[in-house]
Structures are given as C-alpha cells and as structure tokens.
C-alpha cells in the first residue's frame, strides 16, 4: 500500500512564527504536491515538485514556500503564520502518469 | 474557467442498495480521471481511475463508467455499507499536466 505520512496531525502556532509541514512518502514517486482544504473551498493546490530540488508554483502560493531536498520528502514552510492560514493541510505524491495518494493531513491553527 | 462539478452536494442511500454518484467536467482535453472518498478525519483516499481511452472500468464493489460525449463520470457501489458514508470528489487532469482538478465532492450517507 502506498503511505505518505505527514509529521503532525494538529498543530497550533503564533502568528508571526515560521511554521514547517512535513511529508514523507514511501513509494519511491517521482511527484508531491501540498493543498489546503477549507469549506466551501475545496482542494487548493500551493506547490508541486515533479522532481528533487524542482518546485511549481499551484494555485495559491502566496505565503509559503516549499523545500524538496530527497526524493522521498516535501516540506511546506509558511514564513511568516498568518491567521488566514489556518487550515486543513494535505500532502500527496504521485506516480508519473498516476493518481494522487493523500496524507491524513495536518490541521494547522493560528493564533 | 472550466472545473469539475458534481451533480448533487448530498445523497442518502438505504444500507445494501446500490450507490451512484455522478459528475460532470467541462474540459475536454481532460484524459485521465480519478475518484476519491474522503472520510471524516482523514485524507481523500484514491478509489479508482479511468484514462479517456475506456468507457468502463470495475474495481472491488466498485465500477467508474465515463461518457466523454457529454463529458460525465460516474461512480457506481454496489450494496452499500455504513463504512462508505464519506465525501466522494472526482477529478480530472488533462494528458502531460501534473495537476489534478477537483470537483466540490458528494457527501454519502448510508441508512441502516
């Protein structure tokens, strides 16, 4: 089965702080993505890697910014924790030409 | 902009009886679509896929049909169980592109 674990499942943090999401996938896939879920909102893409060290930018990448440093690893990072970033955060990963396999996501708060 | 949209927010079905969710895309270079159940909780978990090139494809207790002329999919479960009371979204990407596109999703709810 293919697992792709995200490293909290509820985080709270400050406004201000610099936050990090990690997501580790262990079928070898070549792409990872980052969304955020909000109601009413759906699956919101804020950057894909098709390949280690290569990022893209998805729908709504203002405020973040993402690292991919091995093949296996996709982190999100948020500089600077606003409150309109608190949301429901999913990693996925993918074969080349596959489906998408999702994390169980981080629900991230900010105070 | 052209998106994927599901027909109904919300269905109720009686525990045994078979399910069909429906959903329809607007972009027609789309060739490659994907269903996900999304439980309470947890993460969307892939279902079942179809590429543009079959009209029909069968999983366990699951079958996807696609009509590319009228741009539909459809997710059929055969005798429903509790456990499949969830959000079902499908999804939709267009050949050599990354990105998936997501339709608002269908909440399934299974009465005993």
Known sequence: DVKVTQSSRYLVKRTGEKVFLECVQDMDHENMFWYRQDPGLGLRLIYFSYDVKMKEKGDIPEGYSVSREKKERFSLILESASTSQTSMYLCASSPQGGPQHFGDGTRLSIL | ?112
């Open chain 2, 1 to 112: 902009g052209e998106s994927v949209g599901l027909h109904l927010p919300t269905l109720s079905v009686q525990e045994g009886d078979n399910s069909i969710i429906n959903c329809a895309y607007s972009n027609s270079a789309s060739d490659y679509f994907i269903w996900y159940k999304q439980e309470s909780g947890k993460g969307p978990q892939f279902i079942i896929d179809i590429r543009s090139n079959m009209d029909k494809r069968q999983g366990q207790r699951v079958t996807v049909l696609l009509n590319k002329t009228v741009k539909h999919l459809s997710l059929q479960i055969a005798a429903t169980q509790p456990g499949d009371s969830a959000v079902y979204f499908c999804a939709e990407r267009e050949t050599n592109d990354y990105k998936l596109s997501f339709g608002a999703g269908t909440t399934v709810t299974v009465r005993a």
